[in-house]
């Protein structure tokens, strides 16, 4: 292992990482590989608890710029899936509105959150991940900062990195600026094996994705490597709806009496969904962190990814932006010129906000107009017809 340069601000420090999650796993492998003393605390009880979720694009310049720096495009060669970035676009009766979409682009190719996770892991010294470890507390001094977890353990550390994701427990350490909801919420489920639970829609995927736009709703449905497809519905909806409907997320009969109400006269070849999920079904009110969000920085205590500023998932950001959060802050933390790990964090925060203002108001643009009768006209323009109109006429930037 490298060892790390004598002048650097975290020479000889405890760094401490709370969340194994592409943020915090990127972060700890860049760190490790200049030698830094590193410990990733991780609420799941073990590296083979299920990881769920769709699959996730890496995008050339954040998320794939990351993982060249951890020294991992062979690995990623080996477990990304050529072909899953294939999109279709179509309406509620699965007519198409726009075909393989990204199908001859290699800029964002996709991988599966759990080979993800597990090429990183595999990259990290043993035992550097300590799991079953559920952030529970924290007293900070300006020395260090003791961590106490759920099961009554402590780790004292002389920096801690919150990566624990979008209910962050860490983030109010730092600030009291919430996230805000984005007046849309996704409904996630899983269907298994679909070529044999759902052979048409295993046809009309066809290795990549599928996203139904209508009536001011969105549907993404997206096959996984192990033959399994995540979905998720996003609606307009009441921030509290999830609780305030009342409908039991683990009722597949309630649950599909909603679809089939909030999604009338949508073909059934979604409803077939709703018919074969894994139960339970997952609501997740979208929020996003301010664009213009600020606070003092702290000298031994910062945040990253979904923690830092969560954002809903319709322009396939949020994943790249932790990576590279991962990449800038281990830079600053290995930089020799920087005095102390105050002003590491105060460059680091600086960088990371203002990336984010940018995307993050794309993101709201994308989640607005995806809901909106406007999406189908939009989109058909925007991947088909002339971009440079619409990029002065709405402010979007290319997609990727
Ligand atoms: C439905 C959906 C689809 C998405 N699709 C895309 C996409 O296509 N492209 C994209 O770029 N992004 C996408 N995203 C967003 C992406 O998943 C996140 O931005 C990304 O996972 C953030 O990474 P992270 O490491 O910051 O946090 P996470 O991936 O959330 O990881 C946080 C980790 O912290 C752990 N943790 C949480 N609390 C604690 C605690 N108290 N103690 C210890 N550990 C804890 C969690 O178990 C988890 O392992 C999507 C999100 C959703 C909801």
């Known amino acids: 292992m490298t060892k790390i340069h004598e002048q650097s601000p975290i020479q000889d420090k405890q760094l401490a990482i709370i969340g194994a999650g592409p943020g915090g796993l990127t972060l700890a492998r860049l760190l490790q590989m200049q030698g830094a003393k590193v410990k990733v605390f991780e609420r799941d009880i073990n590296q083979f608890a299920r990881v769920q979720g769709a699959t996730l694009n890496l995008n050339k310049g954040s998320g794939l710029s990351a993982l060249r720096a951890a020294g991992l495009m062979d690995a990623f060669e080996q477990a990304y899936r050529p072909g899953a970035e294939k999109m ?34 595999a990259s990290l010294a043993e035992d550097t991940v300590v799991w079953d470890a559920r952030f529970s507390s924290l007293q900070r001094t300006d020395e260090s900062v003791e961590i106490t977890f759920e099961n009554g353990d402590k780790f004292t550390a002389d920096l801690l990195i919150a990566a624990d994701g979008a209910n962050s427990k860490i983030r109010p350490y730092i600030t009291s600026i919430s996230p805000e909801y984005s007046g849309v919420t996704v409904l996630e489920g899983t269907v298994a094996d679909v070529a044999s639970t759902i052979p048409e829609l295993y046809e009309l995927l066809d290795g990549g994705k599928v996203c139904v ?14 033959g399994s497809v995540a979905f998720y519905t996003g609606h307009k909806a009441d921030q509290h709806w999830h609780t305030s409907c009342g409908i039991d997320f683990s009722d597949r009969d309630q649950v599909f009496a909603w679809f089939k109400q909030e999604f009338k006269g949508w073909s059934h070849i979604w409803a077939e969904l709703f018919k074969h999920a894994t139960l339970p079904f997952i609501p997740r009110p979208q929020f996003c962190a301010p664009v213009d969000q600020s606070w003092p920085s702290l000298s031994n205590l910062t945040m990253l990814g979904d923690a830092a500023h969560v954002m809903p998932p319709y322009a ?53 107009v995806f809901h909106s009768y406007e999406a189908v006209p939009f989109f058909r323009e925007f991947f088909t017809g002339n971009q440079d109109v619409l990029v002065q006429k709405e402010g979007f930037k290319e997609a990727a």
């Open 316 to 368: 396939g950001e949020g994943v790249n932006m932790a990576m590279q959060d991962a990449m800038v802050l281990a830079s600053q933390l290995l930089n020799p010129d920087m005095p102390d790990m105050y002003t590491a964090i105060v460059a680091y925060e600086a960088e990371m906000r203002a990336r984010n203002a940018e995307t993050a108001a794309e993101t709201l643009k994308f989640t607005k």
């Open 213 to 226: 736009l209508d009536d001011e709703k969105t549907l993404f449905i997206v096959l996984k490597g192990d």
């Open 88 to 121: 279709l676009f179509v309406d509620a009766q699965a007519a198409v509105i726009i075909d393989e979409l990204g199908a001859e682009s290699n800029d964002r190719p996709e991988i599966d959150r759990g080979p993800l996770r597990n090429l990183l892991l």
